[in-house]
């Protein structure tokens, strides 16, 4: 069950309003890594998870906390929008023609629907999507995709953290800094302590079987690309991250093999085919008569 408890984890209160930057945090509330989407994708994780013990209540534990940064974001985007005066930004727009043009397709509903709020939405408007969510049962694929959310968070808030002067902010920018800081270094961890215990390894899933897989082109790096310094990583040559294999390299592909023919689906589909309209069109009749 939740609980709610009418405190914040941090402070978030700014020093002044500021439409302009509470669009911009919009981002990281409810953009791709935003706080919706990591707090709802570790939920969702934990949700799925097929064992109980550490790395199920690791997923609660850290999903619960980001449901707090949800919060945090949220009402320091509604502060910095509480006070805000509407001539604001066209004063903003007036005084900047670069500004002026960007903002000639501004999200206003933070104003006409959410009444001067903060909206489950990124910087341009667009809704939170529940597609932005990663949880597939596979506890390794999913921590390391949980890596990657933290990092591309924070690259996120560190820009944003240049983009404002306002102290109470980047108080708060501080903060979810080192945090994503603490979940970086946490899931890469839970993700080598996944592979050391053997509940999990690379490739992933360990668990099909290689024999299914043709196997002489598992660690082949085929380079599709006119670039060579490629080569000279220790991706294209040595042993493979899994243990199992010798990478090599190859410049370009040496297999190929004929186009099919074109698809030739139902006339009813009325695609554009090779055939005389006429014929399809009596195709189409006919399919229907026999249906």
């Given at each position: 069950m939740f609980f709610h408890k009418?405190?914040?984890?941090?402070?978030?209160?700014?020093?002044k309003p500021d439409a302009l930057f509470a669009r911009r945090l919009q981002e990281v509330l409810g953009g791709q890594y935003g706080e919706i989407t990591v707090a709802m994708q570790y939920g969702f994780q934990a949700w799925n998870a097929h064992i109980p013990g550490k790395?199920?209540?690791?997923?609660?534990?850290i999903g619960s906390e980001?449901?707090?940064?949800?919060?945090?974001?949220?009402?320091?985007?509604?502060?910095?929008?509480?006070?805000?005066?509407?001539?604001?930004?066209?004063?903003?727009?007036?005084?900047?023609?670069?500004?002026?043009?960007?903002?000639?397709?501004?999200?206003?509903?933070?104003?006409?629907?959410?009444?001067?709020?903060?909206?489950?939405?990124?910087?341009?408007?667009n809704p939170?999507?529940?597609?932005?969510?990663?949880?597939?049962?596979?506890?390794?694929?999913?921590?390391?995709?949980?890596?990657?959310?933290?990092?591309?968070?924070?690259?996120?808030?560190?820009?944003l953290y240049h983009m404002t002067d306002d102290k109470g902010v980047?108080?708060?920018?501080?903060?979810?800094?080192?945090r994503d800081t603490m979940h970086q270094n946490q899931w890469i961890r839970a993700a080598q302590e996944l592979r050391e215990e053997g509940?999990?390894?690379i490739?992933?899933?360990?668990?099909?079987?290689?024999?299914?897989?043709?196997?002489e082109h598992s660690y082949k790096y085929i380079n599709f690309s006119d670039g060579q310094t490629a080569a000279e990583g220790s991706w294209a040559s040595g042993p493979t991250p899994d243990g199992k294999g010798e990478f090599t390299y190859q410049d370009g592909p040496d297999t190929s093999v004929p186009m099919p023919p074109p698809t030739q689906p139902d006339p009813r589909f009325f695609g554009t085919d090779a055939k005389p309209n006429i014929i399809d069109k009596a195709?189409?009749?006919i399919k229907d008569k026999l249906s």
């Open positions: 009418q405190e914040l984890q941090f402070t978030s209160t700014p020093d790395y199920r209540d690791l997923l609660y534990g980001e449901f707090g940064h949800v919060e945090m974001l949220a009402i320091m985007i509604a502060q910095l929008l509480e006070k805000a005066p509407v001539e604001q930004s066209e004063a903003a727009a007036a005084s900047d023609p670069v500004l002026g043009a960007v903002m000639g397709g501004m999200d206003v509903q933070s104003a006409i629907v959410a009444g001067a709020g903060a909206r489950p939405v990124d910087s341009n408007g939170w999507q529940g597609s932005y969510i990663t949880a597939s049962g596979n506890l390794l694929a999913d921590f390391t995709a949980n890596a990657n959310a933290e990092m591309q968070g924070r690259v996120q808030v560190a820009r980047r108080d708060m920018l501080s903060f979810l800094l080192a509940v999990e390894d490739p992933v899933p360990m668990n099909f079987p290689l024999s299914n897989e043709a196997r195709e189409g009749v």
